[in-house]
């Protein structure tokens, strides 16, 4: 069981470079999420999706892009990085259900210098 | 808007000792309230939830509605309980709020 999926799982960028960070799942999950997480602040939403062709804002969306052109994909774009995107990204689905759990990718931890 | 606050970013206990992690939220409505747990080198994976009233690995949690608390107990701490411990609150949204989280260490 792949899970949920997240490519690449280290990167390196410079100011001003852009970038995809890859998400996919197999579990047939309505609804997918990004978030990133700092020391001392925990993890925080940047974007959501509750179902293809549907994407919404979290708590920190600004400097992110997303799209949900399939169910199985949610592919988070940096269009400018900044050093204040120096951090561990998790991709997250789940079912859609009220109260369904989280079912968390294995991060990318994106350093911009 | 929803919080979640952990007041303790470390938690040190001995093996064997009971171990409480706190968590306090803010929520207008009815939430629904989560444990999550990060071990070393794996992923974040669901601990446990109020919903299903369940007991995993020894841990519970009560939600005290009055306190706006939902703290994580295990009366005998293990080793391998060592771990990065998040509380995640979700509302009628279904976005889900993480606390900072609590680095909770077992000393042999």
């Known amino acids: 069981n792949a899970g949920v999926t997240q490519t690449p799982k280290f990167q390196v960028l410079k100011t001003g470079q852009s970038m995809t960070l890859q998400c996919a799942q197999d579990m047939n999950h309505e609804y997918m999420s990004w978030y990133r997480q700092d020391p001392g602040m925990g993890l925080r939403l940047i974007h959501y999706s509750v179902g293809a062709g549907i994407t919404d804002q979290g708590e920190v969306p600004n400097g992110y892009n997303v799209s949900r052109s399939t169910t199985e994909d949610f592919p988070l774009r940096l269009l400018s990085a900044a050093p204040s995107q120096t951090s561990v990204y998790f991709c997250a689905s789940s079912s859609g259900q009220a109260y369904s759990p989280l079912h968390f990718g294995n991060g990318t931890r994106l350093t911009v210098t | 808007a929803q919080r979640v606050t952990q007041p303790e970013k470390l938690l040190s206990v001995f093996k064997g000792a009971p171990v409480e992690l706190k968590c306090n939220y803010s929520y207008s409505g009815s939430p629904e309230l989560f444990w999550y747990v990060q071990y070393s080198r794996q992923r974040l994976q669901l601990l446990l939830r109020?919903?299903s009233r369940e007991s995993i690995k020894g841990f519970t949690a009560d939600l005290n509605k009055g306190e706006t608390s939902f703290h994580l107990k295990k009366p005998f701490a293990q080793e391998e309980d060592s771990a990065m411990y998040y509380c995640a609150l979700t509302g009628s949204a279904r976005q889900l709020t993480f606390g900072s989280g609590t680095q909770l260490t077992v000393l042999p």
């Open positions: 109020h919903i």
